[in-house]
């Protein structure tokens, strides 16, 4: 078992509090991406948790034991970084062996795991070659061939693909979710690419100046965001945001947007525009779940489409209603023309109602359990 606890952990950098406060569970087997934007603490917590920097307060525990006074080398972790750090002048074997080498193993059982690892990771035919002699996508295969050959019981990845091109990234992203679910180790893996989070991770835990805002299943994250700027941060294109007025009418919900009134059926299933209240709010609506309509009707907003980006397989539309942007995705073989007048029509089970004071969803869940 190798879960890891983190808690009420606190970091600082001279007067930076770069983590505050942060209690984090991590799965056995789990694979949980840390994802926030620059500067929001994700390395730190990932170092903390490496054990590359001490904590000011709190604790972390790995499996049964209290790793918080721990070194790195006692904690059972393997890192991979975004630089690779693989070394220049060792071939691509002793690269994969060096943990193995630190630890003092048999030679035939570092022949036997750096021969396993490599199969793992498609590189066996480079294991005589130095790294200069490989790509970049090889080198950071060598990384995390080097980190997962000596059995970590958690490995902890620090942004591992923002090094390669976007190309590579789409096919190692792939390929490193299928090594780690064959691995079934404890993973964290540090990212500002929602994307990869996304597509990736079992769990997301969303940062933000130290602090985690929202840590739940991928989907979760991206259907019910905790508050505007976790909307905003996942999702591309994010998602909308307008200005309301609600009034409530006989079950039925009268809405006062930028471009105008919209009335709206109470969902059947009591979904989230049921319970809106009456007030100033902030409605969110992803760009998929509007449908594009070429005539007035009481559930559509009105606007002027701005902008139509033909993207292969959708039409990405800006759409101006009153003085708001707002994105609309549609299919490819549906597509308007700029200047053309059209209507935006709301799905009452697909709206999402946020408090105009604080940003905060309405309907904002506690942070799940891990599974
Ligand atoms: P990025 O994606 O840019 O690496 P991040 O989310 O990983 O960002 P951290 O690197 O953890 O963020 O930084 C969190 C905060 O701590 C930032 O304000 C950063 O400037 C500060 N910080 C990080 N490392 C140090 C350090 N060694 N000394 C002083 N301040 C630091």
Redesign the pocket.
């Known amino acids: 078992m190798a879960e890891i606890r983190v808690q009420n952990v606190h970091k600082f ?2 007067r ?1 509090h ?2 505050r406060d942060v209690s984090l569970t991590v799965a056995d087997r789990e694979f949980l991406v840390l994802l ?10 990932l ?1 903390c948790i490496a054990g590359l920097e001490r904590v000011d307060a709190g604790s972390i525990r790995i499996g049964d034991r209290d790793v918080t006074e721990l070194p790195p080398r006692r904690r059972r972790i393997a890192m991979v970084f975004q630089s690779y750090a693989v070394f220049p002048h060792m071939t691509v074997f002793e690269n994969i062996a060096f943990g193995l080498r630190m630890q003092k193993r048999p030679a035939a059982e570092v022949r036997r795991r750096v021969q396993e690892a490599a199969e793992l990771l498609h590189i066996e035919n480079l294991l005589e070659r130095h790294p200069a002699a490989a790509s970049g996508g090889q080198r950071q295969r060598i990384a995390v061939a080097r980190a997962i050959a000596v059995g970590p019981e958690v490995l902890l990845m620090d ?1 591992p693909l923002s090094n390669l091109d976007a190309l590579l990234r789409l096919e190692m992203r792939a390929e490193l979710k299928r090594l780690l679910s064959e691995l079934k180790t404890t993973t964290v893996y ?1 990212t ?1 690419d929602q994307v990869e989070a996304l597509s990736m991770g079992d769990r997301i835990a969303v ?1 933000r100046d ?1 602090v985690i805002v929202q840590d739940d299943r991928p989907l979760a994250i991206y259907d019910r965001p905790v508050d505007r700027f976790v909307g905003g941060f996942i999702g591309n294109p994010p998602m909308n945001f307008l200005d309301a007025e609600v009034e409530r009418t006989d079950g039925r919900l009268r809405v006062r947007l930028p471009g105008g009134t919209v009335e709206l059926a109470a969902p059947a299933d009591g979904g989230l525009g049921a319970d809106a209240p009456p007030g100033r709010l902030i409605l969110g609506v992803r760009a998929e779940n509007l449908e594009l309509a070429r005539q007035s009707r009481p559930d559509a907003v009105e606007g002027e489409v701005l902008v139509v980006e033909p993207l292969g397989s959708h039409n990405l539309l800006t759409v101006a209603v009153g003085e708001e942007r707002i994105k609309a995705v549609t299919r490819a073989d549906e597509t308007a023309t700029p200047g053309e007048h059209v209507w935006m029509v709301l799905p009452p089970e697909k709206l999402w109602w946020l408090d105009r004071e604080t940003g905060r969803a309405l309907a904002a869940e506690p942070p799940a359990a891990p599974a």
Not at 36 to 45: E, V, Y
């Open positions: 950098y001279d930076v770069a983590v926030g934007p620059s500067g929001c603490g994700k390395t730190t917590l170092r942004e540090v500002h940062m130290g």
